[in-house]
């Protein structure tokens, strides 16, 4: 503890704080066990005269770091907010006199865990320190978008307009993307009766007239170094020419590859030339110029034309996607609408198993198209057959619950995307060290294969979530990838059609400035934004394990050439899963550290073995866990005076050594409350919690070791509503210990 | 928060549902000032009436706690309540919105300690839970309620209950005296986020909402999975007070249907593919549930969320738009019928409670809105360049789900924030 702290302490009151526990007491505590240099009490602490008190002894008194004993942390927070100041909250609100009844019975307990909590506020706010910032936080204001398609294009020009530098890499020869392909697009704008401009031109000559935007064209990433504020990317052109430029923010518009329509020969693809994808259908329309759309077998016009919707999609066969690809029932409508529109006379038949036109205007869209006499039938097809180059489409009628068929002069595969997201870095091609041919070999495959070619110790891309998009698994925070400063926007994300692409695109515009910005001024980005502390660590005594740097959650630690971990700071969450990591106690935030919890669980009163009075120590989540526990208190449900709870960022961020420590110094129970894991995790910081339980699944070997128990220890998985659950489980340790007898490690 | 002052650099969002909050988050982060506008006492909107989001089966608190958390570490929001707005004059860059605030009865004072509440004894219906459940005249409008200070419902004013609560509060935290109050206020850009409404089920008059009991919302049925909510978390017939455990799902109930809302909602078929795992959590293989659907609408990658549902034998799919509904007099269950269209067979079945999925009404005074804009026949403002520097983000743009409502949100922050750059002279 550095010298010029000097800790004020400050005890409420009000809200039955004074009625309910002794306060001076609590004083006494705060002075004498736990050194504050000043201590208040106060009959209403939140309000102006309260907070003036404070503010007077930080402004005459020098107090520098404060704990405030009163409500929640999640409580008045306006008010205790104090400038350059360290604060820490002492829950005896709702962690205390709202958890326990009002009977002279319960008076003892119920004090001890007041006093408690004011020990572990005062030795919390003694290792906080207030964090300063990194000096070396700067930014490069221009943003880099990786692909010129619709998606990419947007951003670049949505990022200008709010006056950002923008370079745009693509690696074909043109921008446009496969929007470029199209003849029309799905209108956007009422009446939705009609197919409309792609707008493609617009968007490419908006890029060309705008000094703000560069393109690099024939060109993809070779290298991308660097952190949110100073990524250094190398850009190749296809001659192999490479120019290193810097950026603030990466915006990934990789866009998807139709998919391969080959592996559909039931379907006729490949065997007639008179099936084709959506995708080529633009094309016919657009070599028709206006005229009558000729198939490409024999160049016959078209009269008649059935769409087979889900082709290769929603399947689970072997080959096919298994999911949805969003546009394909609107853009089936509108490629009828080509036929129609030009003779009303051609039969449109639309094949398909649910029409899927949500939203404003997609069901008028689809109106529009019953009204121009397009054919929609509930069916599943099973075979399309060449007859003498007309094709006979076998379907089964789900409507009339039979099998039929129909004859139709060119067939329109309705198949999906597949996003182009790179590496999956979780499945990558692991090198032999053998055959070194081989090896660079399949370097250089992967090489080809990655969008981005990160140069991050966890891999080249970013990691592939569902069916290969590289969609951030959030239903809140749709944008939050796995590596920060990094965006992807587009069908790489997630399937979508043009309208949502520009809306998508946008937002993405908008998360890459806001990382820019963030970057310049050292703050960390969601979930913990606008925090300024980092990790930092002791080299003397890291032993060079790489656990950190394997499991952040964010790719955000690299490795030194001596395998020291290198922290990027505008990489990190500041969800303090390496800390948690780290076995020799190295890593540590300002604002958060190894002794901030430590000490507050060690300054817990231990009474003995004999006394009937065990302690359980809580360690939750402070986004889920502990509000729960908060919400427990203000419906006044009741759980042991014996539990002792510390909210912790992430359970990512529990050490096993705070574990051993509080197992050496006599807690009988210790639980550890995270947010779900696996598949539908609900963890914000992805795979803390999954680390965390990982990591307790090991702590059997502690507890043997000191022969303990394994009940003491327990991982629940515990979300914000679990609010008559919280107290329950705690309610059931208090049970357990009652059950298998109080822990003899009482000193 | 902050106490953000309004200038025409400043962006004003209007409704604190998720939208809004996302809109006025993300510009905040960006360095730009806020100000949230929010007609409730409490942000949150209708995703805090929700129980659990699809596809993850997730809380929606969970994602707003970490949002509330942004708010407060944020000096650039202004969050104001109980507060709507009556006029917008000027144009882009340079916006005079007019708001009226209206008396919450409580002042800064207040602690939530819930002393006033314990005082008063009227009892209200309650709103949040559609009111499905009482609560009284001094209230905490739920319990993640952001400003977290209680409320005087205004139907108390001048009753003993007001001076009781007043009494109660040790923190001089009651003011009865407070006025409406007329505010000015300056604006560089204004994002629209007023989200939307569940349609009028009773204007489906063949579904016999209101007069059959066990015909109920999905809104509704979200209520009754809520732990605090008006049935501890259990889905009872509100005929009998009894576990429903055969339910039916109708989809559409509103939506795509010309006499009354002709767009289709998007949400409700996730949202009722959600509710039928509510079945299985509450009764494992002991609950039915039915679903009557047109098109069953698992758009994109969540189209897995469908199969899985399919795979479950205890739900059951018939493609039909149900034709009318009707009471067992015996029981009070509901009987639907119609025909399925798959096979066309006529159907009348009976099942203990049926849902009523009702649509998305975007909630926009389209005859009354304060300023010239393009609302389109739907009810949802296009994007237009008449509209100036008001852009719409989340419902008010279209039928969105959560996702899709907050990526709305975030490029309507972007919007507003190219204007304001420009009012700032940032962009050249």
């Known amino acids: ?563 020291y971990p290198v922290f990027n700071e505008s990489r990190c969450r500041r969800c303090g899963t390496c800390m948690g990591a780290c076995p020799v106690r190295v890593i540590s935030f300002e604002n958060y550290s190894m002794d901030s919890v430590g000490q507050q669980l060690k300054n817990v009163d231990m009474p003995d073995e004999f006394s009937e009075k065990p302690r359980i120590l809580v360690l939750a989540c402070e986004n889920d866990a502990y509000p729960a526990l908060d919400m427990a208190g203000m419906t006044r449900l009741e759980y042991s005076p014996f539990a002792r709870i510390i909210p912790v960022r992430c359970l990512g961020s529990v050490n096993l050594a705070w574990i051993t420590d509080a197992l050496n110094s006599g807690y009988d129970g210790i639980m550890l409350m995270g947010c779900q894991k696996g598949e539908n995790y609900q963890c914000h910081f992805v795979k803390g919690s999954e680390m965390a339980h990982y990591r307790m699944s090991k702590v059997d070997d502690t507890l043997k070791s000191l022969s303990l128990e394994p009940e003491r220890v327990e991982t629940h998985e515990i979300a914000i509503t679990d609010i008559h659950r919280v107290p329950e489980l705690i309610n059931k340790m208090a049970e357990t210990i009652g059950r298998i007898g109080m822990s003899p490690f009482k000193f | 928060m902050g106490d953000v002052i309004a200038t025409n650099q400043s962006i004003l969002v209007i409704g604190g549902g998720i939208s809004g909050i996302t809109a006025a988050i993300e510009a905040a982060e960006c360095g730009k000032q806020v100000i949230l506008i929010e007609k409730e006492p409490a942000i949150g909107g209708r995703i805090s009436q929700l129980y659990k989001y699809f596809p993850k089966m997730c809380h929606p608190t969970c994602g707003l706690e970490i949002n509330l958390r942004r708010i407060k570490a944020n000096k650039n929001i202004r969050v104001m309540t109980l507060t709507e707005v009556t006029d917008v004059a000027g144009k882009a860059g340079d916006y005079t919105v007019t708001v009226k605030v209206a008396p919450r009865y409580v002042n800064d004072n207040c602690t939530a300690c819930g002393e006033c509440n314990k005082a008063v004894t009227g009892e209200f219906d309650d709103a949040f839970h559609l009111g499905m459940k009482k609560r009284k005249g001094a209230y905490l409008p739920y319990a993640m309620a952001y400003p977290q200070r209680y409320v005087i419902d205004p139907a108390i004013i001048g009753s003993d209950d007001a001076s009781k609560a007043k009494a109660a509060c040790k923190f001089n935290a009651v003011d009865l005296e407070m006025k409406a109050q007329s505010v000015t206020l300056k604006a560089g850009a204004i994002i629209w986020a007023t989200g939307w409404k569940p349609y009028d089920a009773e204007k489906i008059q063949p579904y016999g909402y209101k007069r059959y009991p066990n015909v109920v919302t999905n809104m509704e049925l979200e209520r009754m999975m809520d732990p605090f909510g008006p049935t501890g978390g259990k889905i009872l017939r509100p005929s009998d007070g009894q576990e429903a455990r055969n339910i039916a799902f109708i989809q559409c109930a509103g939506s795509r249907d010309k006499n009354h809302l002709k767009h289709c909602s998007r949400i409700c078929c996730m949202a009722s593919l959600k509710q039928t795992t509510y079945l299985r959590e509450k009764y494992g293989d002991e609950g039915k549930a039915t679903v009557y659907y047109i098109d069953i609408r698992a758009i994109d990658r969540i189209d897995d969320f469908y199969q899985k549902v399919q795979a479950d034998p205890n739900v059951s799919f018939v493609k039909s738009k149900v034709a009318n509904i009707t009471q067992n007099k015996e029981n009070s269950n509901v009987i639907l019928n119609g025909v399925n269209t798959e096979g066309y067979q006529r159907y009348s079945n009976e099942h203990d409670l049926v849902v009523l999925a009702t649509g998305m009404e975007p909630s926009i005074p389209a005859n009354a809105f304060p300023m010239k804009i393009t609302i389109n026949e739907n009810g949802f403002i296009e994007q237009d360049e008449a509209n100036g520097a008001i852009f719409a983000a989340g419902c008010s743009a279209d039928a969105l789900d959560v996702n899709r409502a907050v990526q709305s949100a975030t490029a309507s922050a972007l919007r507003a924030i190219q204007v304001v750059n420009r009012v700032a002279g940032m962009e050249g």
């Open chain 1, 1 to 563: 503890m550095a010298a010029d702290k000097k800790i004020g302490a400050y005890i409420c009151k009000g809200c039955g704080l004074g009625e309910r526990l002794d306060t001076k007491q609590l004083a006494s505590v705060a002075q004498k066990d736990a050194k504050a240099n000043v201590v208040r009490e106060h009959d209403f602490l939140c309000s102006e005269d309260g907070i003036k008190l404070i503010q007077n002894d930080i402004d005459k008194e020098g107090v520098n770091h404060v704990a405030i004993c009163a409500c929640s942390r999640r409580a008045k927070t306006d008010a205790f907010t104090f400038e350059n100041v360290a604060v820490s909250r002492g829950n005896l609100r709702e962690g205390v006199i709202w958890v326990r009844p009002d009977t002279d019975e319960a008076q003892e307990t119920t004090q001890e865990m007041a006093d408690d909590y004011v020990r572990m506020a005062v030795s919390e706010v003694k290792f906080l320190t207030l964090p300063g910032g990194n000096p070396e936080a700067k930014t490069e204001r221009s943003l880099l978008v990786v692909g010129g398609g619709i998606s990419g294009m947007t951003a670049a020009v949505e990022a200008a307009k709010a006056g950002y530098q923008v370079h745009i890499v693509e690696k074909t020869a043109a921008l446009g993307g496969n929007g470029a392909k199209l003849h029309k697009r799905v209108p956007d704008h009422a009446p939705f009766a009609a197919p409309a401009d792609t707008g493609v031109e617009a968007l490419i000559k908006a890029i060309q007239g705008n000094k703000k935007i560069t393109v690099h064209l024939n060109s993809t990433l070779t290298k991308t170094d660097g952190a949110p504020g100073k990524f250094a990317v190398d850009i190749t052109t296809e001659s192999g020419k490479t120019d290193t430029k810097v950026f603030g923010a990466i915006i990934q518009a990789s866009g998807f590859t139709p998919y391969d329509a080959n592996k559909l020969p039931e379907l006729g693809y490949g065997k007639s030339k008179n099936v084709v994808t959506q995708l080529e259908l633009e094309q016919l329309a657009r070599d028709a110029k206006g005229g009558a759309i000729k198939r490409p077998g024999d160049g016959k016009e078209v009269k008649s034309v059935a769409f087979v919707q889900c082709a290769g999609q929603r399947s689970e066969q072997e080959g096919h996607l298994p999911y949805c690809s969003g546009h394909c029932c609107t853009t089936a409508i509108k490629q009828a609408m080509y036929f129609k529109d030009s003779n009303p006379a051609i039969d449109t038949n639309v094949i398909y198993s649910d029409l899927r036109t949500p939203g404003n205007g997609g069901e008028d869209f689809y109106r529009s198209g019953q009204d121009k006499g397009v054919t929609f039938t509930k069916g599943k097809v099973s075979a399309v057959e060449d007859s003498g180059g007309d094709l006979r489409v076998k379907f089964k009628d789900l409507i009339l619950n039979e099998d039929t068929e129909e004859l139709a002069d060119l067939v329109v595969l309705a198949t999906g995307m597949v996003a182009n997201s790179g590496v999956d870095i979780e499945n990558m091609v692991k090198l032999d060290g053998k055959d070194a041919a081989a090896d660079a070999a399949a370097t250089q495959v992967q090489k080809d294969k990655s969008v981005l070619n990160l140069t991050y110790r966890q891999g080249p891309d970013l990691p592939h979530l569902k069916h290969g998009f590289n969609d951030s698994h959030f239903i809140c925070f749709p944008y939050e990838t796995r590596r920060t400063g990094i965006y992807t926007t587009g069908p790489v994300r997630r399937p979508m059609d043009i309208a949502q692409a520009i809306e998508d695109a946008t937002g993405a515009a908008l998360k890459a400035i806001q990382a820019i910005e963030n970057a310049g001024l050292g703050r960390a980005a969601h979930p913990r934004s606008g925090d300024l502390s980092f990790p930092s660590f002791r080299r003397e005594g890291c032993t060079q394990c790489k656990r950190c740097t394997v499991e952040c959650p964010f790719g955000a630690i690299d490795e030194d050439e001596q395998r």
